[in-house]
């Protein structure tokens, strides 16, 4: 970057952020006003049956997001991570029932509870509950409201409950004209007390998304409109709320988002007050997800906006940007979309549509509660766990908290919530007048060995737990029996809290049977309402380490109860023996104590795993469920480090002196320092180095190695590493290898979005399922399966997700059999076949020459679009639709014959490694024991011992440091038959 252009830059970031740090201001784009229709009592009269078709509702507003390809964080694991699911006993669901099946897609699944009724809507219907999940009206079109609802069902309808006022609201959308529809009831009883329906005019633009919110002053509207303009154009929407409940003629106006960056299809959220405590008129809350993946955006954030409407005069109104919430302020970089922006993107298992994951959403709802000594908002969306791999998504969650009305929001805690390899999405979360945390989700798996159809399932945690982490149990409300039969899902969930009681959530999700989609309610409590009920929640202590004899056990006692409690009894067994205590301070209804035992435990055998269980038997506990808890300990051997990871070098072209990175862990009881690493290429000669700063029990660290890798030849390379600490206690965790390729071309670039190349890779032993397109060229050399050139011929299945037309969709395949990583037309086996129809396998079978060279070589196999640009059958080519994969494979021959391959294919290498020692290779897949001598030039024998073959051939370290000066001969092989080498001793 020259001068100029950098000043330019840097002169663009500074007008940018300072824009930023004066809190743009934008006024009111659009303003109108409306007047109420009153509507009666809903009677069963006038229901209008709902529309039973399979139609797709509102498919042109969700364009595709676009990312800059490479850009953005983490370039790995999210580190908010929750890795392994929350312990704690959590109670089954209250209530679980199916409120609607429907063939609409997507079916909008939206829900409140108010106190005394269930309101439950979809595209494009809705029907009433009481509390005990019987039903008071039976689905019926949006259309039975009547008023302005009269024959509108166009859809994407909300429901929401206005805590504050006791009253429901309904909305929906139109485009005759472009229209928001909201109907507000007329008292508690959405049954009975009728409604005031408005139309409000959002000028001649379709309000796609909406999602509505509660706060003092308005009834708050965000949307998905004017992408490209969002920070200019009509996206927040605020209605008059204090004369809509009266039913008068009500205001309307809208805002843009200055400063927002938006990458197509986007979704903000307001705050949504509930609870018994209305937040001041006022400074009413927006936020919005930032991904640093997006032109525009340099790191990771949220950004809140406040509105302030001047309902006497509206041109006074404003909407400024208030705050980033970045690394500075505790978030952690994010994914927040899939497969380039794509919108088919979470495998189910079968042959059905990839899922679309919801990305670049503020899920439904984000909900604000008032505390005595804060005010707390929770909210999420789905992200990438790891973007360097297959899609795996997870949902990141937050609770933010001000400390004083017009304070800046602070993040309190975050989480992302994905405690195993299933994909979890469309996750709405809500917060009890506890401070407990409660989250519904949608989890998915297409592992053969752990199949899940779309299935609903909640979590959550208590106040006061371990922040950033969802303590409780996962609890199934509904498991899928079918897959779902579209892309498109949701297009959001809605978990709301019991304003009857404050702490019961009703989460409210689709799942599918057949082509039908099943609206799904579980109603689930954290908090307790029992007087007594206490519990185990976590052992404390102790952990993972090296351990004595006598070690304290600590744990934590919660009372989930909401009665005082004391006199506890707590115990803890191990080994066949139990210990019993008293706990007799006092514990208050819904907190937590740690408690340490008196006598400690024996935990002193090295290597051995304890499982300690531990339990409360409060006279009269009223849920023995939550009583137990128990762990396994382990005593970990104090000396105990290895290489888990080779970190770089990666395939790539012009590789040359390239640094070697890997990452130590410390699998020990105690902290290592001054660490012996080595690395090798192939069987060449190791490099030794040492890594002089200490890893504590339980952490890693990245080294890199300052004697680089001469990795300039084009070819396949194997690097291995590990450690050499001294007393290590189990060398099998010490080592780790990768393949790494030097190849002429890599040809990346080229658009998948339509679902074309391979999606599906098997042949032997490699099964490549659910291939990511990235940017249309995929490194799998570490994946390997032996091809034995004297059975001929093999069989190789694949899969695309492009549905062809006149079989334009074809492949080809090479493997470098010369070995000097290119793909010559010789060396191609299979040319043009084609791939017809979509998500089907199809098997091809080809030949091994009969003198392929024995050996590891490197596979490409690509796919395409014939018919754009792009030769297939030139291996670096880039396509304009298509993928290139590369794969090993070892070439063996079980015909051949150990002496016929020591005679005529084996090469013997002698290494001189340092000072006179020597490594003597014969690289080979046979398996059987060979001799290995070493004789002077006089012809007598300095050694014989038999060698093995350790996977990568015949290796024997060869000390020689006490020999005297001159020239040997090494020779491996049978006793009839044996390769030999001559090598001088200096």
């Not at 994951?357 to 804060?374: E, G, K």
């Amino acid at each position: 970057m020259n001068n100029k252009l950098l000043l330019l830059f840097f002169v663009f970031f500074f007008i940018k952020f300072n824009s930023f740090a004066q809190k743009d201001v934008a006024k009111p784009v659009f303003r109108d006003s409306a007047q109420a229709i009153f509507s009666e009592a809903i009677s069963e009269s006038r229901l209008v049956p709902p529309k039973d078709e399979h139609k797709i509702y509102n498919p042109r507003n969700r364009g595709i997001n676009k990312v800059v390809p490479g850009k953005g964080y983490p370039k790995g694991v999210d580190a908010a991570l929750q890795s392994k699911k929350g312990e704690i006993p959590s109670r089954a669901p209250i209530l679980n029932f199916d409120a609607v099946t429907t063939r609409s897609t997507p079916s909008d699944p939206t829900g409140v509870a108010g106190l005394n009724h269930y309101l439950n809507a979809w595209n494009s219907a809705f029907s009433i509950y009481d509390k005990e999940g019987n039903l008071l009206m039976p689905p019926a079109s949006l259309a039975s409201i009547g008023g302005e609802f009269e024959d509108e069902t166009l859809g994407d309808p909300i429901v929401v409950y206005d805590q504050f006022a006791d009253r429901y609201l309904i909305s929906q959308f139109s485009d005759t004209p472009e229209s928001f529809l909201i109907a507000v009831s007329r008292g508690p009883d959405p049954v009975n007390d009728g409604w005031y329906t408005y139309r409000f005019s959002t000028n001649r633009v379709l309000p796609d998304y909406p999602k509505i919110s509660v706060w003092s002053d308005g009834y708050y509207i965000t949307t998905n409109k004017n992408s490209n303009t969002a920070d200019q154009s009509q996206v927040i929407y605020v209605m008059e709320r204090d004369r809509m409940l009266q039913g008068e003629t009500a205001q309307f106006v809208s805002f843009p988002l200055p400063g927002i960056e938006t990458n197509g299809f986007y979704s903000p959220a307001g705050f949504n007050a509930m609870g018994n405590t209305m937040p001041p008129r006022g400074n009413a809350p927006i936020i919005y997800l930032q991904d640093d993946a997006w032109a525009g955006v340099s790191e990771d954030h949220l950004k809140i906006w406040l509105v302030n409407v001047d309902w006497d005069n509206l041109a006074n109104s404003t909407i400024e940007e208030s705050q980033q919430l970045g690394s500075a302020s505790g978030v952690s970089p994010f994914t927040a979309t899939f497969d380039g922006g794509a919108f088919n993107n979470l495998e189910q298992p079968g042959n059905a549509p990839d899922i679309d994951a919801l990305q670049a959403t503020m899920m439904y709802m984000t909900q604000y509660r008032r505390f005595l000594d804060h005010n707390s908002v929770v909210l999420n969306f789905v992200v990438d766990v790891d973007p360097t791999q297959a899609e795996h998504a997870g949902i990141r969650w937050y609770e933010l908290r001000q400390y004083g009305d017009g304070n800046d929001w602070e993040v309190y805690q975050e989480g992302t919530y994905a405690p195993d390899g299933s994909d979890r999405f469309s996750g709405s979360i809500g917060i009890d007048d506890q401070g407990n945390i409660g989250l519904g989700f949608t989890v998915l798996d297409d592992s053969p060995a752990n199949p899940v159809f779309p299935s609903i399932r909640y979590t959550g945690r208590y106040q006061g737990d371990e922040l950033g982490v969802m303590t409780l149990e996962e609890q199934s409300l509904v498991e899928g029996q079918s897959p779902n039969p579209s892309s498109r899902y949701g297009d959001y969930a809605h978990l709301t809290v019991d304003p009857a009681d404050g702490i019961t959530f009703w989460h409210n999700a689709e799942y599918f049977q057949g082509e039908n989609r099943l609206n799904h309610i579980g109603v689930f409590r954290l908090a307790s309402d029992l007087t007594r009920d206490v519990g185990i929640t976590a052992i404390v202590s102790p952990i993972d380490a090296t351990l004595g004899a006598n070690e304290p056990i600590t744990v934590t006692i919660r009372n989930f109860g909401v009665g005082t409690q004391s006199n506890i009894p707590v115990s803890y067994t191990l080994n066949g023996q139990t210990v019993n205590e008293i706990y007799d301070e006092r514990i208050e209804a819904s907190s937590s104590v740690d408690f340490t035992f008196s006598e400690t435990a024996d935990l002193s055998e090295l290597g051995e795993s304890y499982n300690i269980a531990v339990r409360t038997s409060l006279t009269g506990d009223q849920n023995p469920e939550n009583d137990t808890i128990s762990r396994v300990i382990r005593n970990l051997p104090p000396r105990d480090v290895g290489v888990t990871a080779i970190n770089g070098p990666t395939t790539s072209e012009n590789l040359g002196n390239e640094e070697v990175s890997v990452t130590i862990e410390n699998f020990g009881g105690e902290a290592q320092s001054n660490i012996p690493l080595w690395y090798q290429v192939g069987n060449n000669n190791r490099v030794e180095e040492t890594f002089s700063g200490t890893i504590g029990v339980g952490e890693n660290h990245v080294y890199n190695f300052q004697q680089t890798a001469d990795l300039s030849v084009d070819k396949r390379y194997r690097l291995s590493s590990g450690t050499n600490l001294q007393d290590d206690f189990d060398p099998t965790n010490d080592s780790e290898e990768a393949s790494v390729a030097n190849l002429n071309c890599i040809p990346e670039g080229s658009d998948c979005d339509f679902g074309d190349g391979i999606s599906y890779f098997e042949l032997g032993d490699i099964l490549n399922e659910r291939i990511p397109c990235n940017n249309g060229y995929g490194d799998f050399i570490s994946y390997s399966t032996n091809l034995d050139r004297a059975q001929g011929v093999y069989s190789l299945i694949l899969q695309t997700y492009f549905q062809a037309e006149g079989n334009e969709e074809q492949f080809s395949m090479w493997i470098d059999l010369d070995d000097n990583g290119e793909f010559d037309d010789n060396e191609r086996l299979i040319t043009s076949q084609a791939l017809r129809q979509a998500n089907s396998s199809f098997v091809f079978d080809f030949n091994l020459p009969e003198d392929a060279a024995l050996g590891q070589h490197l596979l490409r196999i690509r796919a395409g679009d014939t018919r754009y640009e792009g030769d297939l059958n030139s291996p670096c080519d880039v396509m304009a639709f298509g993928t290139t994969h590369d794969y090993s494979v070892n070439i063996i021959d079980t015909e051949l014959d150990i002496e016929d391959f020591i005679l005529n294919e084996a090469e013997l290498m002698v290494l001189n490694e340092y000072n006179n020692h020597y490594r003597v290779i014969l690289e080979t897949t046979f398996d059987e024991t060979l001799r290995i001598t070493v004789h002077n030039v006089l012809g007598q024998k300095m050694l014989e011992n038999k060698v093995e073959n350790n996977g990568d051939g015949y290796i024997y370290d060869l000390d020689m440091s006490y020999a005297a000066r001159g020239v040997y001969l090494v020779r491996i092989g049978t006793r009839q038959v044996g390769k030999v080498k001559r090598f001088i001793v200096k």
